[in-house]
């Protein structure tokens, strides 16, 4: 059975920084990805990372803030997330595709998810 079980989320300060991360089991994803959603609003895709980390795309909202990546022996992605702002504040949601494609417009699987809040 796939899962896939994000953790690092919390209350963090306009200007800060937090970690998250996403552990795979039950099989490794070719292209591996982070979405959020803000309340009243539909969920939007963050950043996907390809198997060897050679690819990877970002929306522009969080270009030079965010960064992905993955460790491959711990079937985990993780967002490193800087310079936070309030309008970061939303449930980040851990996805997983078998193409780096879908993992942006359709991903396969999807985590539980993990809240974010940034207070100003």
């Known amino acids: 059975q796939v899962q896939l079980v994000e953790s690092g989320g919390g209350l963090v300060q306009a200007g800060g920084s937090v970690r998250l991360s996403c552990a795979a089991s039950g099989r490794t994803f070719y292209a591996m990805g982070w979405f959020r959603q803000a309340p009243g609003k539909e969920r939007e895709f963050v950043a996907a990372i390809s198997w060897n980390g050679g690819s990877t795309y970002y929306t522009d909202s969080v270009k030079g803030r965010f960064t992905i990546s993955r460790d491959n022996a711990k079937n985990t992605v993780y967002l490193r997330m800087n310079t936070l702002k309030p309008d970061d504040t939303a449930l980040y949601y851990c996805?997983?595709?078998?193409?780096?494609?879908?993992?942006?417009?359709?991903?396969?699987?999807w985590g539980q998810g993990t809240q974010v809040t940034v207070s100003s």
């Open positions: 996805a997983a595709s078998g193409r780096f494609d879908t993992v942006i417009s359709g991903p396969a699987y």
